[in-house]
């Protein structure tokens, strides 16, 4: 999954999987696979992930979008309550805007 | 994940963000921590003007475990390691708590690889709380953690959470040479490098800190340092990332473009010199 720039304009569920699929790998596929991952899904209250995972799953992202996507700068922005309260459908619109 | 092996066979895990620029900053997290202390808001502040380098301690983050070598001298020589892999010959180097102790040595035993020096509530070892201060330091810091959580959220830490980070206390301090390697650093403070650091040197401290007193000796004891102030306690890169990022970038600034000498950032509340002593 890696380096994949998208060509084409991905739609909201095209992004969420990929975004699940990277979850998975932080976190590993037998804790993943007893959660219900969705598009609400928080990362740190629902998905139970700490800060360094999500400093793993911010890398993936990076580099699968590439450099059309500011993800840290657009991370920077977040005090600690709002990446707390941080949540799939928030980044899937954030790469829409991207796109 | 980018990692360095060392020499001992141990992985460091380090991220970089602008990559290029002329000059570059190395983050150095604290104990019990990792580098998404800086990750998320004072390295991409920093890194819209330096290349910015961060990476887990050993033991820490997604380095890899290591039992034995947890001595700033041994901490300090896994940092050239890495400044060696990236073909880094001279850095900028910014440290918080334990983080600022192996910021401080590296700067006493590798002088030639250090420009400026920040070290974020760096703690007096020889005090006898330090280490209970350390774990109570984590400890406050999961709890705030918590706190935020149910603030936003309404819940608490979940049970996956709690067990990692126990985890990670667990093994440095009862299956690692940790505690007996900061236990040796108790004259750190005294040791003759520390005055004769000519490294231009902010120290930061929050002013509820418990380790204020270690910053006004640290500003005696090192001749080109300035100490400065945020509201706050030891955690000020959690409670005020955007103020510690905007210091660290005021006072990395070449000194042709400051007004004077260091200019604290809008929401600081005060700088000192060992001479004098401003907007406090």
Excluded at chain 2, 163 to 169: A, D, G, I, K, Q
Aim: overall charge negative; glycine content about 6%; charged content about 15%.
């Amino acid at each position: 999954m890696d380096h994949l720039t998208p060509a084409t304009r991905l739609s909201s569920d095209e992004i969420f999987v990929v975004l699940k699929q990277f979850i998975t790998e932080v976190i590993g596929a037998e804790f993943a696979d007893g959660l219900d991952i969705s598009k609400d899904s928080t990362f740190t209250r629902d998905l139970e992930m700490d800060s360094i995972e999500l400093v793993a799953f911010s890398e993936k992202v990076k580099q699968h979008f590439g450099t059309g996507i500011d993800f840290t700068g657009w991370l920077s922005n977040m005090d600690i309550d709002q990446l707390i309260a941080l949540n799939l459908n928030n980044i899937i619109q954030y790469i829409q805007q991207c796109q | 994940m980018p990692v360095i092996k060392l020499t001992s066979n141990t992985t460091l895990h380090y991220q970089e963000m602008n990559r290029g620029a002329a000059e570059t900053i190395v983050l150095i997290h604290g104990m019990m921590s990792n580098l998404s202390v800086f990750y998320f808001n004072i390295a991409p502040m920093l890194a819209q003007r330096y290349h910015v380098v961060l990476y887990d301690l050993k033991g820490h983050g997604l380095s890899s475990k290591c039992t034995w070598g947890y001595h700033l001298q041994g901490m300090a020589a896994d940092l050239i390691q890495l400044l060696d892999a990236l073909h880094l010959r001279q850095v900028h180097v910014a440290g918080y708590s334990y983080g600022a102790l192996i910021a401080l040595q590296t700067a006493v035993s590798y002088p030639e690889r250090i420009q400026q020096l920040v070290a974020i509530e760096a703690p007096d070892p020889f005090e006898q709380q330090t280490l209970a201060r350390i774990d109570a330091y984590s400890k406050s810091a999961l709890l705030e953690q918590i706190a935020a959580a149910g603030k936003a959220q309404g819940k608490p830490m979940s049970k996956r959470q709690l067990e990692r980070n126990y985890n990670l206390y667990h093994f440095l301090l009862k299956q690692t040479t940790l505690q007996q390697d900061m236990l040796a650093e108790k004259d750190f403070m005294q040791q003759p490098g520390i005055d004769r650091l000519l490294h231009n040197t902010l120290l930061l401290y929050g002013t509820d800190s418990p380790c204020a007193s270690t910053g006004k000796q640290l500003l005696r004891k090192i001749p080109n340092a300035q100490l400065a102030w945020l509201a706050g306690d030891h955690h000020i890169p959690v409670q005020q990332p955007f103020q510690v990022g905007s210091s660290i970038n005021s006072f990395l600034q070449p000194r042709e473009n400051r007004i004077h000498h260091f200019q604290p950032s809008a929401t600081s509340i005060g700088v000192e010199t060992p001479g004098w002593n401003l907007a406090m």
